[in-house]
């Protein structure tokens, strides 16, 4: 599985963004599908996931601003980011895993580039 994240950019606090990931492969919708960030100097963390069935998880500090879903017809996961915070400013990158959820980078076996998005206060 090959995978190409896109959609990053400069926004002001409080705008959106909209993340996408398309993948290659026709097994795609077997994949659990999760976005991780980075920001300078700090770990790469999690920030949420999907599973083939539509079951995700978030992390608490993306909580009912970030939403992700999934479009196994076009091999593609989004990330949709409501009220964005300048600590939301980071590199954002999108992995697969076979795994069910999982918050644990480890557990996911292919990653894209990553893509950056930048929020200004």
């Known amino acids: 599985v090959q995978l190409q994240a896109s959609g990053g950019g400069l926004v002001q606090a409080g705008g959106s963004l909209r993340l996408s990931c398309a993948a290659s492969?026709?097994?795609?919708?077997?994949?659990?599908m999760g976005w991780f960030r980075q920001a300078p100097g700090k770990e790469r963390e999690f920030v949420a996931v999907?599973?083939?069935?539509?079951?995700?998880d978030y992390a608490d500090s993306v909580k009912g601003r970030f939403t992700i879903s999934r479009d196994n017809a076009k091999n593609t996961v989004y990330l949709q980011m409501n009220s964005l915070k300048p600590e939301d400013t980071a590199v954002y990158y999108c992995?697969?895993?076979?795994?069910?959820?999982?918050?644990?980078?480890?557990?996911?076996?292919?990653w894209g580039r990553g893509t950056q998005v930048t929020v200004s206060s």
């Open positions: 492969g026709r097994t795609f919708s077997r994949y659990t």
């Open positions: 999907i599973r083939w069935s539509g079951t995700t």
């Open positions: 992995a697969a895993t076979g795994e069910g959820l999982s918050r644990t980078m480890n557990d996911y076996d292919y």
